[in-house]
């Protein structure tokens, strides 16, 4: 069989060499901690598994229409208004299987082969293998700690050439948890708009914020692509839920590509998702953001004492991408070793990009504070030998 | 915004303006009986619900492996044995967001820019833009009912040419109903694989057979690509889930694919389909295959009497594909005029490709037998003047 040559392009995640050996490990009975997860651990709200429920009982789980109920568009509509104060009109929002899916969607869109997308190297490496789905060309843009991992609206510029269409970013970050400043969000918002290109902003993190909340791109602009989902914040990875906001010019287009490429996104999701907005949900979903405010302080603090680095503050998701060069030059042989010996699980640098992962891990704290002491005792005696 | 190429070559479907209308008359008070309609009556089995709804109190709904929950697999393959004698190893079955999801996974993995695939006209008409999606060129094959509208192996041959790289097919189709006979399937599979081609067989109207049931293309060969669903045997539309089987040297690439494009099929549905394979709900699906059974021997019947043509046997599916020349030369307006005066909703041959569309209606019979005997005279009466 002749395979498409994108795939040579896209490799594998380290992550599930780590995650398989873990269980390999669980099944010999070891007690693994898993800091290599990229989902919350509270389980799903119960106003939205008791509204899916309901739904179901009725037994008429029907294909939607292509861009989500009529109800949920409006609902996630009112919830820019509530939430960032920004107007955006429901048609605009289509309700795609997950983000992933919102990137499926918009990348379609977008992208023609050969096209430019600059994505943020360390960040999610995903958005590379949409790119590549698409016959484009990813151009992974070297950021630290200097621009909060970033690329803001300098960088952008000095890597800007004539084949590039656009960029996607993700404040608050995955891997990095870090965040673009509103002003800074505001200057790139513009600096790409002055160039025609298209931004993707995922906010999929959003909500998950510990210093300040986030404004959504659609603040500056109504000409950005906004990418979001019913996965972290609101606690529903497994219902692959999420949604894309566009332009009001590309509305007609997203139909017709939703449409073929989705037909609908699961309707008992989407009956679950419509409780996510009920004040009582979000008090919830607060509750937990305070949990994770304090695994994230405590993570930091421990880790720093430890001997990793944290050369900025990582304001929001559930991660910390910790610099690891003082213990080890590779670190996807000091996350195997440390999965071997402790029970440890961590992702590799690798995963992220190509800009040092060999001294960089990544830590989910998406466990309690009790098993990320637990972890970070072990990690201590695995460090001091 | 530059929007992608690709965009121009997709059309809109033609049924969204029928639905459209025939909801703005249902506002107005007037009674529409949808015979446009790609989606099976029944509610989703009470077995299937259950199950679901057992797994969602628990509220764990966490992402499931990219390629499907292993016991899933393992019931589908298990199914393979059971019901077509084939075996199938569970590693080659990725349990996808839909059928739909199976093709957008099965051509990412197969295509490259310009390759061409043939695809039989009237056909399914996302399998031409799933291919326009990746850069691809479907080639439309007309095909009439001589060959009971499949592309046999004498059709392809005469159609395959140097960019061409592989063919879909559909049997039952849609939106035919027809079915390719095993040795038709067993032909075409030689064919393809003498030219070192891909096939890829959408079998998703498996199950729904009124003459004979089917074999899997899986019979005849381990190197197909094969496309199922919860969707339409099994009741489960609005769930968004299917699954694509591999050969066994693309389940590595077709791993990493489903990881960045999907994360997972959602995790409700993988719980609710496990039950879909339970001795007491096939015995379900059986009644209702009965009760398809009668509702197409009946319209077929009817549609004859008043002038349309059936050439062919629709043996399978819930659709009948009529030709209306002695009615009409333009059966979108005829669609939009029955409609408009008599509240029955169809779907223009439009939507199937460019094959003699204007004289063909596409009927669905996911209706009462009492609704499709109502529709049937106010057709009768809209048709005699
Ligand atoms: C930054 C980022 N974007 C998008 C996604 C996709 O999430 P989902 O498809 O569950 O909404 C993830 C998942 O980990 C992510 O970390
Ligand atoms: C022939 C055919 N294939 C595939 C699909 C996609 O179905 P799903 O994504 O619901 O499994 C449909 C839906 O109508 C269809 O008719």
Not at 72 to 89: C, P
Not at 195 to 214: N, Q, T, V
Not at 352 to 368: C, D
Request: hydrophobic share 40%; net charge neutral; glycine share 8%.
């Amino acid at each position: 069989m002749n395979y498409s040559d994108r795939l040579a392009d896209i490799q594998p995640f380290f992550v599930m060499e780590v995650l398989s050996r873990a269980k390999a490990l669980e099944r010999e009975g070891r007690d693994i901690i898993h800091l290599e997860i990229g989902e919350p651990d509270f389980p799903t709200p119960p106003l939205v598994v008791e509204r899916a429920t309901e739904f179901l009982r009725r037994g008429e789980v029907r294909y939607t229409p292509a861009a989500g109920l009529p109800e949920l568009r409006e609902a996630i509509a009112k919830y820019y208004l509530d939430r960032y104060g920004v107007r955006v009109a429901s048609e605009r929002i289509f309700v795609t299987p997950g983000a992933s899916g919102a990137f499926l969607l918009a990348m379609g869109l977008l992208l023609n082969p050969g096209d430019k997308v600059l994505l943020a190297d360390p960040g999610y490496p995903c958005y590379a293998n949409f790119v590549r789905l698409y016959g484009g060309t990813p151009a992974l843009v070297p950021v630290g700690a200097e621009s909060r991992f970033h690329v803001n609206s300098e960088i952008l510029a000095a890597h800007w050439d004539d084949r590039t269409k656009g960029a996607v970013i993700a404040s608050p970050s995955n891997p990095t948890g870090t965040v673009l400043y509103p002003e800074e969000l505001n200057a790139l918002v513009d600096e790409i708009e002055r160039r025609s290109g298209f931004l993707i902003a995922d906010e999929i993190y959003h909500g998950l914020e510990y210093e300040k909340p986030s404004p959504t791109a659609l603040t500056y602009s109504d000409r950005v692509f906004v990418v979001n989902s019913f996965s972290k914040y609101f606690g529903m990875t497994g219902w692959r839920l999420g949604w894309l906001v566009v332009p009001a010019d590309s509305i007609d287009n997203a139909e017709k590509l939703a449409q073929n490429m989705f037909i609908s996104a699961p309707a008992p999701s989407q009956y679950g998702a419509l409780a996510s907005f009920k004040e009582e949900n979000l008090q919830e979903l607060e509750r937990r953001r305070r949990v994770f405010q304090d695994r994230r302080d405590y993570l930091c603090d421990q880790l720093r004492k430890i001997g990793f680095s944290l050369n900025t503050i990582p304001s929001g998701a559930f991660y910390v991408y910790a610099g690891c060069s003082r213990l080890t030059s590779n670190s996807l042989d000091f996350a195997m070793g440390l999965l071997e010996k402790t029970g440890v699980a961590l992702t590799p640098g690798k995963d992220f990009g190509k800009n040092s992962p060999e001294t960089h891990l990544r830590f989910s704290y998406a466990v309690t504070l009790a098993r990320l002491a637990d972890a970070l005792s072990r990690i201590r005696r695995f460090v001091q030998g």
